[in-house]
């Protein structure tokens, strides 16, 4: 018997776990079997965020959370095939995005890394495995990112309507499907990951559920200028960015010291919110529905208030159209895995800025 399924595995930069999902991608549209969610622990989540700056050793310290990340990997993909039952050998490929550590695709140099033996993860699962889906398009000029435009367009392309999907994941992006025109895509800005840090730090908790503790402050108008002073805001796309741009450093340097923490996060939920619409508004504001997806779209206080400041649009989530929100990101590195295996180019030059189609990541048999 062929293999039947694939599986997509990511890890993104909020550094909340591991999303593994198991797929059938020959109906149209493909379908979303199974899912599995690995969080990540404290000490891991530490070990990886050192890593985002130099320091020392970190050759060896990366080799060897690659092989960790690995073993997570595997342990998720084998829970999950064990839990429903299905044989690795029914697996055509894992398409792992891995984590990433550093992002710098600008100019001709540019590079992006992501942990997570790939050798090791077909080794330990019995799976071929691709891996390293960004540096081929940036190779190529592109931003390497965002690379799940194409998978937006798959599952959501309409004939008639201009709609944008938004993945507020620890980055946010956005895919403008409009009818007989280009797929766009690019980063907006902060997603969560500032939210994260700054919760974690003054409350305790890796998040902060539903913006319950953003709501009990008050946005600062002037803190809230001052982010959004930053040029990347104001570049044209196509454009990504990661935690080298948005950071605690980048948070503090803006802070006076005397501001209530509960203020700061409020401000911080209205900077994901104003980027978002400023995006929608600047670059497709004949959309007519905006679809939103990743971890920030189950945060209600966020939902609320981008519906608020998007007047006379419908703002839902993805899961209204049958794709449930917390697995597109995985669901999409399922399919690119499936392009790559085919031949098939996995980037839109539109949206990365590659100079052309690129097959993306390498292949790890299994
Ligand atoms: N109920 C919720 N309220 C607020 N934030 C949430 C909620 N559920 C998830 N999140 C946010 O979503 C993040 C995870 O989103 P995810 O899509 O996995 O991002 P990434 O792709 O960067 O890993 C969490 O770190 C948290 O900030
Ligand atoms: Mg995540």
Redesign the pocket.
């Known amino acids: 018997m062929n293999p039947t399924y694939h599986i997509g595995i ?5 550094l ?1 776990g591991v ?1 593994v999902a198991l797929v059938d991608l020959s109906p149209l549209p493909p379908s979303l079997l199974h899912t599995f969610y690995l969080p990540y622990d404290k000490d891991l989540r530490r070990q990886l965020l050192d890593l985002h700056q130099p320091g020392n050793d970190e050759l060896h310290r990366a080799a060897m959370l690659g092989n960790t990340l690995a073993h997570r990997y595997a342990k998720a993909v084998i829970e999950l095939l064990k839990e429903n039952k299905v044989e690795p050998q029914n697996v055509v490929a894992i398409g792992c995005h891995g984590q990433t550590v550093r992002h710098c695709p600008q100019s001709g140099m540019g590079y992006s890394i992501q942990l997570g033996n790939a050798a090791l993860l077909a080794e330990l699962t019995g799976i071929t495995v691709v891996a390293d889906f960004r540096s081929r398009d940036i190779a190529a000029g592109g931003q390497g990112a965002p690379l799940v435009s194409g998978f937006h367009q798959l599952l959501f392309q309409d004939p008639k309507i201009h709609r944008v999907i938004v993945n507020i ?3 946010s992006n956005i895919t403008s499907l409009a009818p007989n025109l280009e797929v766009v895509g690019f980063d907006c800005g902060p ?2 990951l500032l ?2 840090s700054w919760c974690l730090r003054h409350i305790g908790t ?6 319950v503790w953003a709501e009990s402050g008050k946005v600062i108008p002037v803190l809230l200028e001052k982010f959004m002073s930053l040029r990347f805001f104001s570049l044209p796309p196509p454009k990504s960015a990661g935690r080298e741009v948005f950071n605690s450093a980048w948070l503090e340097s803006y802070l006076s010291g005397h501001e209530k923490p509960e203020d700061v996060q409020a401000t911080l939920l209205q900077l994901t919110i104003t980027t978002i619409t400023n995006s929608i508004l600047a670059d497709f504001s004949d959309a007519a529905e905006i679809y939103l997806c ?3 779209a ?2 209600k206080a966020l939902t609320s208030k981008l519906q608020a400041s998007l007047p006379g649009k419908k703002v839902k989530l993805t899961d209204v159209l049958g794709a449930n929100a917390d697995w597109l ?1 995985a669901f999409a590195f399922a399919w690119l895995a499936k392009q790559t295996i085919l031949g098939v180019p996995g980037n839109l030059p539109p949206v990365t800025n590659a100079k052309g189609e690129r097959i993306l990541g390498a292949i790890y048999q299994a």
């Open positions: 990511m890890s993104g930069t909020s909340d999303d994941g620890g980055i997603g969560n939210m994260d890796t998040y902060d559920g539903n913006g990743g971890g920030g189950r945060n990101e």
